[in-house]
């Protein structure tokens, strides 16, 4: 059964639409729409005749690491400033699996899923495991973590 769900292809998950800003974006826009939209990252674009383009992301993991927050001076910056470059992706056709493995290689928390060079949604790490979890039944995943010491009260005892 895991192997069939790790076989999943990315566009047959569950997915958001991303938050799609332009790279002269300010950074106080881009945290707001981040906000409003509930999501970690953005994805940043260049609009290419009708559609987007990736040039980089920015994420909550860049809000806290790359940014001066001395002043509030960091609010007019534009996006283009503190976001990662070309950005590791996963394809709409990659699997799950392929998804985690990228993850966990480049230490990443989120995953531009593009069709083409256009981002047609953002993964996180916790919707792909709350995905997976989803898939198996509850009590298998409340089994103890060593059956043999199962506890005999509530809160343990």
Partial sequence: MLEQIASLKMS???????????????LGDVVASMRNQRQGAACVCDRVLDRQELVGIFTERDLLRRIDH????????????????RPMIIREDDTIAEALRRMDVGKRRHLPVMKGRTPIAIVSVRELLAFLASKFPADFLNLPPDPGKEARAPWGG
């Fill in 12 to 26: 047959q998950i569950p997915s958001r639409e991303p938050v799609i800003v332009p790279r002269d974006a300010r």
């Fill in 70 to 85: 001395r002043t509030l001076a960091w609010r007019d910056e534009p996006v283009h400033s503190v976001m990662t470059a």
